[in-house]
């Protein structure tokens, strides 16, 4: 008996444990997308409660409009708004399992967490493709793994094979950023040994350097069983930047390409230009030149023109 409460206590200290990650790094990621908005989340299980933020947040990350917001205080109002918010992601197709309106206005720990981490699923994860792929051969997750994996093919001490304990030591999060921007991270200076270090390194790079949403602190991450949600989040975010500068690199490739392909063809035609003038200036001086000309009356002057004639051809 002895052994099982103290087994159910350690259970209860990892799942507290879990959720205080989640509730920063999921609180974190929905203030991402809030910023530049007059809105922010401070408590995720008390500011959610009234609807509005979420109302708010949905509206800037589908550019929809989901109508009037109750601005009363009572629980009616609360509850209105966050059924809004809910009613919006059914129909998006988004399921909500066991999740209802009174949930989040309790501030219900467990069930918010899982409403943020269908949101993090459906607007952010769901993104994710491997360009060589059809984006339905493999679910969105598989295919951040896949990134993941191909991002750090190579590097020693690298081996991702979850999204949990492979991150803990700091290396795999180095890796990512060193195959883009090597300059950045001194990667064969990092020791496996010096997790709080390696990561506070690949944090500090991606955040500082590249302006990419901190989600995580090392704390967060240097535990025995990292948060497998909270480093997806965290990742994605990785995924997203690291593409799209990659899309961009091809898009000015091939710009600078048409550039080229536009100046090539604009430079042939100025040589085109300068031969046709050149042909034309000489027409019409043999036109002016063959007018002048009286054909000779004599034998020996047409064999004086036939000779001068033969000497034009050969030459």
């Not at 203030?31 to 008390?46: A, E, I, P, R, W």
């Not at 500011?47 to 601005?71: H, P, Q």
């Not at 295919?143 to 700091?170: E, I, K, P």
């Amino acid at each position: 008996a002895m052994a099982e409460a103290g087994y159910e206590q350690q259970r209860k200290k990892l799942t507290g444990e879990r959720e205080n990650i989640q509730k920063k790094t999921f609180t974190k990621w929905i203030n991402s997308f809030l910023k530049g908005s007059n809105v922010h989340v401070h408590d995720l299980f008390t500011d959610l409660a009234d609807g509005r933020i979420l109302i708010r947040f949905l509206e800037i990350i589908s550019g929809e409009k989901l109508g009037t917001i109750a601005r009363g205080r009572l629980r009616i109002h609360k509850l209105e708004n966050v059924n809004k918010a809910l009613d919006f992601l059914k129909s998006k197709k988004v399921k909500l399992e066991s999740i209802g309106a009174e949930d989040i206005v309790d501030g219900n720990a467990r069930l918010t967490l899982g409403l943020m981490w269908t949101l993090i699923l459906r607007f952010d994860i769901q993104d994710v493709y491997l360009e060589d792929e059809s984006p339905d051969r493999r679910s969105a997750k598989e295919g951040l793994l896949v990134w993941c994996q191909r991002m750090t093919q190579g590097y020693a001490g690298v081996r991702v094979d979850n999204f949990t304990t492979s991150w803990r030591d700091g290396l795999a999060f180095s890796a990512i950023i060193h195959r883009h921007r090597p300059d950045l991270i001194d990667f064969g200076d990092l020791k496996a040994q010096q997790a709080e270090k390696n990561l506070r390194t690949a944090f500090d790079a991606a955040s500082n350097e590249l302006g990419i949403a901190r989600l995580l602190d090392p704390e967060d991450v240097n535990i025995i069983r990292p948060d497998d949600k909270s480093i997806m989040t965290q990742l994605v975010a990785y995924y997203k930047y690291f593409t799209r500068i990659k899309t961009e690199e091809t898009s000015q490739k091939r710009i600078i390409k048409m550039v080229g392909m536009i100046q090539e063809g604009e430079d042939l035609e100025k040589d085109f230009d300068v031969m046709m003038d050149g042909l034309m200036a000489w027409m019409k001086a043999k036109i002016a030149e063959l007018g002048q000309h009286s054909l000779p009356n004599t034998l020996e002057g047409i064999q004086q023109l036939m000779v001068a004639f033969t000497r034009y051809r050969t030459e």
